[in-house]
């Protein structure tokens, strides 16, 4: 056996080796069995974890929470048509009927067919139209002297919030 | 041998040993180790989904259980939104409002909508609705009632347009109402 620097070299050689390969066998045998059987016992809870709540109950639980979803979605977007009504009684001169009205409620737009006295009247009330703060805009569709009246069509456009609740 | 051939022998042998040990250690200690970090990734992100699972699981149970015990809000619920089309229910309706407002019902036609989905991959389900025009008659005081009623009955019924014609006289006005309920499949 050789003795001095090479037999030192040998033994070197042959502890890193032995190290090495016990790191090896380690990896491979001991902790990659214990990560594979660790995945295996979550991949177990996770099947036992869907079989907690049966079919039905899910089913049952999308039906509720969609219930809810979609109720609260179709409440946020309910209109108060009837809000035309109470602007209407508000913002209409003493000498003004109206015949005939159309409310839109995706336009916003309500249509109105209306008579007043003369036509310093109509101009009043287009001014109190224009006044309202629930009006965005309005259009004299037309206008018409007829038997001591003025027969008039106007549109109105009614902002956003208005038909909200 | 002689002692020098000998130490070269050996040197010669542990260099092999060394260099046999780092091809070993790149070809299969190295392979090896990155299959560990794998492993360990899939474990960390399995115990996320297992923990994550189970908080769900739990949540859903409490809400199961609230849901069974309360079963006003079940039917709360089925009253503003059916999950059905009930369409006897929504003419009752219509008609029910009618006779306590004081208007009467000259007509009512249905045509049922396409459902609307809320978003592709979303779990909630669709909802259907019905278009219904009504045309009715009665005092202006009698409509304006009816309409309010309509917007405000437990079953969610949006006016989409109103149409009233024979004002300016003294006749009772009539006014075609197109509603739009809904439900959910």
Redesign the interface.
């Known amino acids: 056996?050789?003795s001095?620097v090479?037999?030192r070299?040998?033994a070197?050689?042959?502890l890193?080796?032995i190290l090495?390969?016990l790191?090896?066998l380690g990896?491979?045998y001991g902790?990659?069995s214990f990560?594979?059987s660790?995945?295996a016992d979550?991949?177990a809870?996770?099947d036992e974890?869907?079989r907690?709540?049966s079919a039905d109950?899910?089913k049952?639980?999308?039906?509720?929470?969609?219930?809810?979803?979609?109720?609260q979605?179709?409440?946020s977007?309910?209109?108060?048509?009837?809000r035309?009504?109470t602007f209407l009684e508000a913002n209409t001169a003493r000498e003004v009927?109206?015949?005939?009205?159309?409310?839109?409620?995706?336009d916003r737009r309500l249509t109105l067919d209306?008579?007043a006295a003369s036509y310093d009247e109509l101009v009043r009330q287009l001014a109190s139209y224009k006044r309202a703060p629930e009006v965005e805009r309005i259009n004299l569709e037309s206008s018409e002297a007829v038997g001591g009246a003025v027969r008039f069509k106007v549109n109105l456009i009614f902002k956003p919030a208005i038909l909200k609740p | 041998m002689r002692?020098a051939t000998?130490?070269l022998f050996?040197?010669l042998?542990?260099?092999g040993?060394?260099i046999?040990?780092i091809i070993?250690?790149s070809s299969?200690?190295m392979p090896?180790?990155k299959?560990?970090q794998q492993?360990?990734g899939?474990?960390k992100s399995?115990?996320a989904?297992?923990g994550e699972?189970?908080r769900l699981?739990n949540t859903?149970?409490q809400?199961?259980n609230e849901?069974q015990n309360a079963a006003n809000l079940?039917d709360n619920?089925?009253l503003?939104?059916p999950?059905e089309e009930a369409l006897p229910g929504m003419i009752n309706q219509i008609q029910g409002i009618a006779r306590s407002t004081g208007v009467t019902i000259e007509g009512i036609n249905v045509e049922n909508l396409p459902l609307t989905h809320?978003e592709k991959s979303s779990?909630?389900?669709p909802?259907g609705s019905f278009k219904a025009t009504v045309r009715i008659r009665g005092s202006y005081e009698a409509s304006?009632s009816y309409?309010?009623s309509l917007?405000t009955n437990v079953r969610?019924i949006?006016?989409?347009?109103?149409?009233?014609?024979?004002?300016?006289g003294a006749g009772p006005l009539t006014t075609n109402l197109v509603l739009r309920t809904?439900y959910?499949r």
Request: charged content about 20%; glycine content about 8%; proline content about 3%.
């Open positions: 056996m050789p001095g090479p037999q070299f040998l070197f050689s042959v890193v080796f090495v390969a790191g090896y990896l491979a902790y990659a990560l594979h660790q995945i979550g991949k809870k996770l974890l869907g907690r709540i109950d899910q049952e639980l999308t039906r509720l929470y969609s219930q809810i979803s979609n109720t979605k179709l409440l977007s309910h209109v108060l048509a009837s035309a009504f009927t109206y015949i005939g009205a159309d409310l839109s409620v995706p209306g008579a | 002692p000998k130490r050996s040197i042998a542990s260099s040993l060394l046999g040990t070993f250690f299969a200690v090896e180790y299959n560990i492993l360990r899939e474990k399995l115990d989904v297992v699972e189970d699981i859903a149970s809400l199961l849901y079940r619920l089925s503003v939104l999950r809320s779990i909630v389900e909802v304006r309409v309010q917007e969610i949006d006016v989409d347009s109103m149409a009233i014609s024979g004002g300016g809904y959910q």
